[in-house]
């Protein structure tokens, strides 16, 4: 079905083409046709990155009377981001049709204006139930008229304690008016309004495959409790490139977070309820621009939020109540994109992945942090990136230029971008030596599987040189063996070869499957690696398979010495 088959009017058609809508998702399937063609009540249960604004705001928008300057749409929301995100949202779906106007109601903010744009003929009002109930308390609006009332994101305000507000504004709307809930969740406090203010809904559910869910790769880390925030480093420097939000339970944690990572210098900023409008205005903006790397916040005060975008969520600590994890991790791939959703879990709180995996139907990947040595590397692969995409003002540089080639002209090209890597990154290797005890709670000191006598440490002569990185060499590994990825253990990569962990019994064959095997239309070399860890010198805990294997490995051999 495309946008074009629904009962919509070119000039919203001509908006939503421009927003790069052509499909609608399966909720605005449900509902959009639906909508339009019949006044009715509705209940929407479906996961946060479904399209459900488009789902309420296009029948919505569709049934206005341009003509008159009543309020017909009111749209209820938990948070002031949200209103603000529903009311754009709404501005461009409607932006050709003149004379729609959109009020946009939220605490905070200067009553006065609000009133004033109710005033100039406000048809739709999108707007958070205590500043709304206060306006209305006031006699700043009238919603007498309204005809179509939409309560997005229903669990979460009923959550914040929005329940007597609702009830109120409810009672002030037209007995006949249409009610279109929607929600993530259905507890009995949603049940119980949907049941006083709704006549015989429709209901539509649109399971657990929201746009973005198939897309997260969910990961937890076992750390040590008191490691928390030295893993979120970790994380945050194993992805220069990251633009993610990391959730906190409490505001006081949220800050707490924010003040410590902008010291050690990340961009980073929070957002929770104890910071003023103007403050959580700058960051949501920042974000919005991708000044601002990285979110830190409470679950209330990003409800809703959609960034495009966000390739991973970090769950610092995990929400009190599962349906919040899925919350959390709905605001990374989004719109089919790919996302990460990481959970930073202690020996207390690990439990708790289970009962996530179980209740909503998803599977975790335990992992180890990244190294430090796999940080230093990422950053510097960056780094040199960075390098050679640089642009270069040949203009002025060309006065400058004479003398400091002068200055160092007695260094070697191999010396100078050693030099140029240690101011960059001195103080990261430093801290990362300094640090090398942080790692996961459950292996402590004993890494790895090879320590027992079931399993066995190969060596590979390729390694992030010849472009290999994790899953390349899993791949590697899999598709040559046909042994399933969970067969293999820890996998440690270096510049110019890697190791990798197996069941000893396997060992012949997957010596003997990697033989004569090319990466990347090069010859490698698989061995059984030496107890301490490098590889093994001797043959004697090696089986030789193939004569022409050894030749080329001594070949190898003696050039390395
Ligand atoms: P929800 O309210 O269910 O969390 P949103 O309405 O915020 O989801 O939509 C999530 C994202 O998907 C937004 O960026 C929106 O622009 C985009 N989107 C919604 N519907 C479509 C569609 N039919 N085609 C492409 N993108 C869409
Ligand atoms: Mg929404």
Redesign the pocket.
């Not at 927003?19 to 998702?25: M, W």
């Not at 479906?46 to 789902?55: D, E, L, R, S, V």
């Given at each position: 079905m495309l946008?074009t088959d629904l009962p919509l009017n070119p000039n919203i058609l001509k908006g939503?083409a421009e927003?790069?809508?052509?499909?609608?998702?399966p909720?605005?399937e449900a509902t959009i046709g639906q909508l339009i063609e019949e006044d009715r009540d509705l209940i929407g249960l479906?996961?946060?990155?479904?399209?459900?604004?488009?789902?309420f705001g296009l029948p919505m928008i569709e049934k206005i009377d341009v003509k008159s300057k009543n309020v017909q749409g009111l749209v209820i929301a938990p948070t002031r981001e949200l209103c603000v995100?529903i009311s754009n949202?709404f501005k461009a779906f409607s932006k050709y049709i003149p004379k729609l106007n959109i009020a946009t109601i939220y605490g905070g903010a200067s009553m006065d204006k609000q009133a004033k744009e109710i005033r100039s003929g406000a048809q739709i009002i999108v707007a958070t139930p205590g500043r709304l109930m206060d306006m209305m308390r006031r006699k700043m609006v009238k919603i007498n008229q309204v005809n179509y009332t939409v309560l997005?994101e229903a669990d979460e305000m009923l959550n914040m304690g929005f329940k007597e507000d609702i009830d109120g504004i409810l009672e002030h709307t037209p007995q006949d008016k249409c009610t279109w809930l929607?929600s993530a969740t259905m507890p009995k406090t949603v049940a119980k309004i949907a049941n006083s203010y709704m006549e015989n809904p429709l209901e539509i559910t649109i399971g657990h495959k929201?746009?973005g869910a198939e897309n997260i790769h969910h990961i937890y880390y076992n750390v040590n409790e008191r490691e928390r925030y030295h893993a979120v480093k970790r994380i945050l420097d194993f992805h220069p490139n990251i633009y993610g939000l990391i959730f906190c339970r409490t505001r006081r944690t949220t800050q707490d977070i924010a003040d410590k990572l902008l010291k050690d210098g990340y961009n980073a900023a929070p957002l929770h309820g104890d910071l003023s409008q103007m403050q959580r205005d700058k960051a949501m903006q920042k974000f919005r621009e991708k000044t601002l790397q990285i979110l830190v916040a409470t679950d209330v005060a990003a409800r809703?939020i959609?960034v495009?975008n966000i390739s991973h969520v970090i769950n610092y600590h995990l929400p009190d109540d599962i349906e919040s994890y899925t919350h959390r991790s709905?605001r990374t791939a989004?719109?089919g994109k790919k996302g990460e959703s990481i959970a930073i879990v202690s020996n207390k709180d690990i439990h708790r992945i289970k009962q996530i995996e179980k209740k909503i139907k998803i599977q975790f990947d335990a992992l180890e942090l990244p190294s430090g040595k796999e940080i230093c590397e990422q950053q510097i692969l960056r780094y040199a990136d960075k390098i050679k995409r640089v642009k270069i003002n040949e203009n002025e540089l060309a006065k400058l230029l004479p003398s400091i080639q002068n200055d160092l002209s007695s260094f070697s090209k191999e010396d100078l971008i050693k030099r140029i890597i240690s101011i960059e990154f001195n103080q990261l290797l430093d801290y990362y030596e300094k640090s090398k005890g942080v790692g996961s709670a459950k292996n402590k000191g004993q890494k790895g599987w090879a320590k027992d006598n079931n399993h066995e440490r190969f060596f590979i002569n390729l390694g992030y040189n010849k472009g290999l990185n994790k899953g390349g060499l899993l791949r590697l590994i899999c598709s040559n063996t046909n042994l399933p990825s969970e067969s293999v253990g820890e996998l440690d990569l270096y510049n110019d070869f890697s190791f990798f962990e197996m069941e000893k019994s396997l060992a012949e064959k997957i010596i003997g499957d990697l033989q004569d095997k090319q990466y990347d239309g090069k010859d490698f070399v698989v061995e059984i690696a030496s107890k301490d860890g490098k590889r093994s010198k001797g043959n004697s805990n090696r089986k030789p398979t193939s004569k022409k294997r050894n030749q080329r490995d001594n070949k190898r051999v003696k050039r390395k010495r």
């Open positions: 946008f939503i927003l790069g809508f052509e499909k609608p998702t909720v605005q479906a996961q946060t990155g479904t399209g459900k604004t488009a789902a995100q949202d997005d929607f929201n746009i809703g959609d495009d709905g989004r719109a």
